[in-house]
Antibody
Framework: QLQLQESGPGLAKPSETLSLTCTVS??????????WGWIRQPPGKGLEWIGT???????YYNPSLKSRLDMSLDTSKNQISLKVSSVTAADTAVYYC??????????????WGQGTLVTVSS | QSALTQPASVSGSPGQSITISCTGS?????????VSWYQQHPGTAPKLLLF???IRPSGVPDRFSGSKSGNTASLTISGLQAEDEADYYC??????????FGTGTKVTVL
């Protein structure tokens, strides 16, 4: 059974670059055509799609965040990484990683990791 | 891109049916049959309920059903149960190769 586990610093300072990792178990990200997504949820608020990366390395980003994002796959570690630069308090959220469909457009996400809370504060 | 519009809250009694609407535009909901729905209980990760408008993943009860007309999609929960009390989010793939969620609906079982 595929499982995803997010990890991150917990606390980040304003203007820093936030680095998050999603470790996949129960399957190999390099041996599939799945896409992988990051989604976040500020405390008490709704979901926001951050971006999606394909096994090929192609990336798609939320236009409102695009200039600050970098997503990639590390097949040697079976991990998906997300970097968000120049963070502010508005980036405080629970960050989730999730798997997209086995082929085609990233039109749904399943399963999801349990999420990791990141607080941006000085 | 703007979030899809959902009612903030919907309530119903056990056994009743409720419907949650999800309104977008011709660039997202109306562009493809790529609407999905997620259920989120407090403190937990969202769970996929429906994808491609009407398809239920394995293990999702058939009490949950979806439909779409034009730029509006709908989720219907039939035979409402106490465990259905949760937040529900619609989402859609978009014409510009992006992805957008709805504003979320809190379902209360009276």
């Amino acid at each position: 059974q595929l499982q995803l586990q997010e990890s991150g610093p917990g606390l980040a300072k304003p203007s820093e670059t936030l680095s998050l990792t999603c470790t996949v178990s129960g399957g190999y990200i390099s041996r599939s055509t799945y896409s992988w997504g990051w989604i976040r949820q500020p405390p008490g608020k709704g979901l926001e799609w951050i971006g999606t990366v394909y096994y090929s390395g192609s990336t798609y980003y939320n236009p409102s965040l695009k200039s600050r994002l970098d997503m990639s796959l590390d097949t040697s570690k079976n991990q998906i990484s997300l970097k968000v630069s120049s963070v502010t308090a508005a980036d405080t959220a629970v960050y989730y990683c999730a798997r997209g469909p086995p082929n085609g457009d990233f039109r749904w996400f399943d399963p999801w990791g349990q999420g990791t809370l990141v607080t941006v504060s000085s | 891109q703007s979030a899809l519009t959902q009612p903030a809250s919907v309530s119903g009694s056990p056994g009743q049916s409720i419907t949650i609407s999800c309104t977008g535009s011709s660039s997202d909901v109306g562009a493809y049959d790529y609407v999905s729905w997620y259920q989120q209980h407090p403190g937990t990760a969202p769970k996929l309920l429906l994808f491609d408008v009407t398809i239920r993943p394995s293990g999702v009860p058939d009490r949950f059903s979806g439909s779409k007309s034009g730029n509006t999609a709908s989720l219907t929960i039939s035979g409402l149960q106490a465990e259905d009390e949760a937040d529900y989010y619609c989402s859609s793939y978009t014409y510009s190769s992006s992805y957008v969620f709805g504003t979320g609906t809190k379902v209360t079982v009276l």
